[in-house]
């Protein structure tokens, strides 16, 4: 069986006379951090700059990119005509192997074009059967 406690013992915590002291909390609330007016600013200067920047970036690319360009471009005559000697190489090569193969057959001239256009000359591809042509 169980008993009842004491209820003449018994004190219950109240608060002091006069109560607890009043607490501004618009008073505190108002000095913590920055404001809204000051986040929304602080937020679009911060775009802003990133704009900006991105946009320098942006120019710094086109001109390095301009400049690749233009180094390219004064590189083609060259290139050009190595492309121009390499080719030369490739067909005298072809062509020997093609006299080589057809000097049995009458009426066969090298290197003629067995097409009939119009004179429009069309180069061969680079690479065109390499892998029958590497003797």
């Known amino acids: ?3 009842r406690p004491d ?3 018994i004190k219950q915590d109240m608060p002091p006379p006069g109560g607890f002291p009043k607490i501004d909390l618009f008073e505190r609330a108002r000095t913590r951090g920055p404001s809204g007016p000051m986040i929304w600013a602080i937020a ?3 775009i802003a700059y990133g ?4 946009g320098e970036s942006n120019k710094q690319f086109n001109r390095e990119k301009f400049l690749e360009h233009k180094n390219r471009l004064a590189m083609v005559p060259f290139l050009q005509a190595e492309t121009d000697l390499d080719w030369l190489a490739r067909r005298e090569k072809w062509l020997a192997r093609e006299a080589e193969i ?3 057959v009458d ?3 090298v290197g ?14 680079p690479f065109r059967l390499q892998k029958w042509y590497k003797k």
């Open 51 to 54: 704009f900006v920047m991105i």
């Open 44 to 46: 679009t200067a911060s």
């Open 7 to 9: 209820t003449t013992t």
């Open 102 to 104: 057809m000097k049995g």
């Open 112 to 125: 003629k074009s067995m097409y009939y256009t119009s004179g429009h000359w069309v180069p061969d591809p």
């Open 107 to 109: 009426g066969w001239e």
């Open 1 to 3: 069986m169980s008993f």
